[in-house]
């Protein structure tokens, strides 16, 4: 199970965190990501984490601005947002990465004004 958080509303050029709880598989064993998609468009690879928190992989559109990490004593990776764009709105969710389509949880709605 994957519970994502910390979504909310701010301006562009603004910061959020995410954050995902993971329960129910052996968390330390898999590459953790993180994945968003936008009203009318498909669901986007955003970032990846392998366990040792190395090889860490960016789509290019957030490269730069968005940091992926992993704690692993807590079950939990988590997304830091800086400078946000408008186009960055959308549902983020984490997943294994490749993703397994059962863990697909809620997402966390992110909302950017211009």
């Known amino acids: 199970k994957l519970i994502e958080s910390g979504g909310g509303l701010v301006q562009a050029g603004g910061s959020l965190r995410l954050s995902c709880q993971a329960s129910?598989?052996?968390?330390?064993?898999?590459?953790m990501g993180w994945f968003r998609q936008a009203s009318g468009k498909e669901r986007e690879f955003v970032a990846s984490?392998?366990?040792?928190?190395?090889?860490?992989r960016y789509a290019a559109s957030v490269k730069g601005r968005f940091t992926i990490s992993r704690d692993n004593d807590k079950n939990t990776i988590y997304l830091q947002m800086n400078s946000l764009k408008p186009e960055d709105t959308a549902i983020y969710f984490c997943?294994?990465?490749?993703?397994?389509?059962?863990?697909w949880g809620q997402g966390t709605q992110v909302s950017v004004g211009s």
């Open positions: 984490v392998p366990w040792a928190g190395r090889d860490i």
């Open positions: 129910g598989f052996t968390f330390s064993s898999y590459t």
């Open positions: 997943n294994r990465d490749p993703p397994e389509n059962s863990l």
